[in-house]
């Protein structure tokens, strides 16, 4: 008996392990990260630095800062083409992670919910979630139309989800666990067999579903970690050619939106 009851525990818990383990994986953008406002469509690249001003990169390399056209020779054009490039790339690419991310994380916590309780997650639990969606809106977007990214990338995928898991893990626990003693006690009432073999058999399903899921989580989350490593190649040629470019005309440099990552031991 306290075999099958310690075997469900720890069914149990590797449900929970496996929500963290989702977010666990946020891709890494090696040394460099970006830190602005920055919109992208098809005809515009546009930073807004803290002061609020705005430059403007259309797409044939026109610059314009608050609205005012910038004369520009043929070496600062090129280096403006590439910056445009580079941003047009990688822009999209972190949002595209980071949000793809996310909703692993979100799915993760819904297909456990709704593969041990059969239901789908209750109402405070969805809205929790909602929570979350909510806050990464408001630093990233994209559309047919257009990219959005506001704020530093790093707080945005490392701080900004260790809160959102902080605030969605009692929500989380507390609706998984009232659903396990539901089963649970279904378990035991069923009459087929003896108690400690229907304890037993519930554990192995808790432990077949904890390995089915993990396996399928971490397929999505690899999928990303390969995506970002590329990504860490781009974050690194952008930082090159933003270099070169504030060189060229230091008129930008107060629009910079690439910067070395702080290291934990800086801090």
Request: proline residues 4%.
């Amino acid at each position: 008996m306290k075999k099958a009851i310690l075997a469900m525990l720890v069914g149990y818990i590797s449900m929970i392990v496996i929500v963290s383990s989702a977010y666990a994986s946020e891709p890494s953008l090696c040394e460099w990260q970006l830190d602005g406002n920055i919109t992208v469509n098809p005809d515009n690249l546009v930073l807004t630095n803290t002061a609020g001003n705005r430059l403007n990169m259309t797409r044939d390399n026109q610059v314009f800062i608050d609205d005012q056209p910038i004369m520009v020779n043929e070496r600062q054009k090129t280096l403006i083409a590439n910056y445009n490039q580079h941003l047009r790339t990688t822009v999209p690419a972190i949002v595209d992670i980071a949000l793809d991310g996310i909703e692993i994380g979100l799915a993760a916590v819904t297909e456990i919910f709704s593969s041990i309780a059969g239901t789908p997650p209750p109402a405070s639990l969805t809205a929790a979630m909602a929570t979350i969606r909510a806050d990464i809106d408001t630093h990233l977007s994209r559309n047919q139309q257009a990219v959005q990214l506001n704020g530093n990338t790093t707080q945005m995928l490392n701080s900004g989800m260790d809160r959102a898991i902080d605030d969605l893990k009692p929500r989380f626990l507390a609706s998984v666990t009232g659903a396990v003693l539901m089963n649970l006690g279904q378990s035991m009432t069923s009459g087929d067999g003896d108690l400690e073999a229907r304890l037993d058999g519930f554990s192995r399903r808790m432990e077949n579903l904890s390995e089915e899921l993990e396996t399928n989580i971490r397929a999505k989350t690899a999928k990303l970690e390969v995506q970002a490593q590329a990504l860490c190649g781009q974050m690194t040629a952008l930082q090159a050619t933003e270099m070169h470019l504030q060189a060229a005309m230091p008129a930008l440099t107060s629009f910079a939106v690439v910067q070395r990552e702080p290291k934990l031991d800086s801090l």
